[in-house]
């Protein structure tokens, strides 16, 4: 009697605390060991992701096999509430042999608890993708571009068009059972570039007020908005099965539209929340404006058949401290700190982010690098990478660190993670080519800051260095 008395006040969701809460765990252990070796802090996750990920899939931990396969696996729990029966959908999805081991996990006595901590994992992860990209918009200043935007257009463009022709060349040419849609997608991953990485070199070694580092930084602000068109084109191809120029042109008017209007109607819907929330504390008015509007603008660009990342970067790029300013000269005559937006929102960011680098890492199998065709397929990935951001150093004018622009440009980082886990839930990407977009990340993200480092000193470029426009 007291047995099932406790077992009937057993909150239920105390499997998802202890699920989540250990994978935040052992993303902070990654973290520490990153920073304990001077290296970024998602490569410690992403390594962490793929030893948790397969050694515990290897030991028979039925959350992790479910993990693995990413969102595919919800698709099951979908058709089956339709009515159609688990095995057949599962065996459609996943083949015979994969697809046997998920129905024994879903159908399991403790099913309902793994899909339960897998949902709620993969949910986290994608918040963490919107508060990623909102963080890597809130970097981007449009300021410092403007100084630098001829030289940082042509960076940037060769830095999208390069690396995505050889990608595209390496995929068709090393993995030509790849549909065309597949092999675009590959190819769009290696346009991405990661602001954060750079710019934190760039900080390091004080380079971030020279021609070289703002180049780097307003070409890495370009490559990001061309990166993310280029993403919802692709998606959209993908998504009609078809390449039609007027469908094309559709998804790249609609993106410039969205991009446009984002940035001349958003002040006015800022300045509105900040208006309407006057009444709150400053804290609590920054905190609510920032997350409405992040979530709403995310929220506008999936309606617009975008993806979320594009509206939560183009939030992050709006919101500024700026709109706020009258009442935190307020605070700080009455002697209070100053809380700027980017700390408020850090919190959720530091929890959430490293959700979705841990959960990117345990879908990375390496039993599919076992293959001989897999391995040289992502051999040819990586040179494509690291050769394509190499020759956008050469957009750069004269007098300029060609080849320390070109290595600022070469570290991937969150933005391509992010293009391979939409790839992976669009269906586009099979474990093998994901397992070698991740290998590629991390290498490119592992030499970039130290290879870049290098080659600022050896120049003497220093932050003193003039700027044209200053």
Do not use: C
Not at 82 to 97: D, L, Y
Not at 319 to 347: C, N, Q, W, Y
Not at 425 to 445: E, H, K, Q, R
């Amino acid at each position: 009697m007291n047995e099932g008395g406790l077992a009937n006040h057993v909150d239920p969701i105390a499997p998802v605390i202890l699920g989540v809460t250990t994978i935040l765990a052992f993303a902070v252990v990654g973290r520490i060991g990153a920073r304990k070796l001077g290296q970024p802090t998602v490569l410690g996750e992403l390594v962490m992701g793929i030893l948790l990920g397969n050694i515990a899939w290897y030991l028979g931990f039925d959350l992790i096999t479910v993990l693995r396969e990413g969102a595919r696996v919800f698709e099951i729990v979908n058709l089956a509430l339709a009515g159609q029966p688990v095995a057949e959908v599962a065996v459609s999805i996943f083949g015979a042999g994969k697809g046997e081991e998920i129905v024994r996990i879903v159908t399991g006595p403790h099913g309902g608890e793994v899909m339960q901590v897998a949902h709620a994992v993969d949910v986290f992860s994608r918040y963490g993708i919107i508060f990623l990209l909102f963080m890597v918009g809130l970097d981007t200043s449009l300021d410092e571009f403007r100084k630098v935007g001829g030289d940082a257009i042509r960076v940037a463009a060769i830095g999208v068009i390069v690396p995505v022709g050889l990608g595209y060349a390496a995929t068709t040419l090393l993995r030509n059972d790849l549909p065309f849609s597949s092999s675009l997608f590959v190819a769009a991953t290696l346009a991405a570039t990661s602001i954060g990485i750079s710019a934190n070199v760039l900080l390091e070694t004080g380079t971030g007020r020279s021609r070289e580092g703002r180049i780097i930084l307003g070409a890495a602000v370009v490559d990001d908005i061309l990166g993310l068109m280029l993403l919802a084109v692709v998606s959209g191809i993908v998504v009609t099965g078809s390449v039609d120029f007027t469908d094309v042109g559709k998804v790249i008017l609609i993106s410039a539209v969205f991009l446009v209007a984002t940035v001349r109607l958003g002040p006015s819907i800022v300045r509105l929340s900040a208006h309407i929330m006057s009444r709150l504390d400053i804290v609590e008015a920054k905190m609510f404006t920032s997350y409405l509007f992040v979530m709403v603008l995310a929220w506008g660009a999936n309606l617009a058949g975008l993806a979320t990342i594009i509206g939560a970067f183009a939030a992050g790029v709006i919101l500024t401290d700026r709109f706020f300013r009258d009442r935190d000269l307020e605070r700080r005559k009455s002697h209070k700190r100053f809380v700027g937006i980017r700390e408020l929102i850090m919190p959720l960011e530091v929890i959430l982010v490293p959700i979705f680098f841990i959960l990117m890492g345990i879908q990375v199998k390496l039993e599919s690098f076992l293959s001989w065709p897999v391995l040289t397929f992502s051999v040819g990935l990586l040179i494509a990478a690291i050769a394509g951001k190499l020759a956008s150093g050469l957009g750069a004018g004269k007098r300029i660190n060609r080849l320390a622009v070109g290595l600022g440009m070469l570290p991937r980082g969150e933005v391509g993670l992010v293009f391979a886990a939409i790839g992976r839930t669009l269906g586009v990407i099979d474990d093998a080519v994901f397992s070698a977009i991740v290998l590629m990340v991390m290498l490119t993200t592992l030499i970039a800051p130290p290879l870049l480092e290098a080659s600022l000193t050896r120049s003497g470029v220093t932050s003193a260095d003039p700027v044209d426009g200053d």
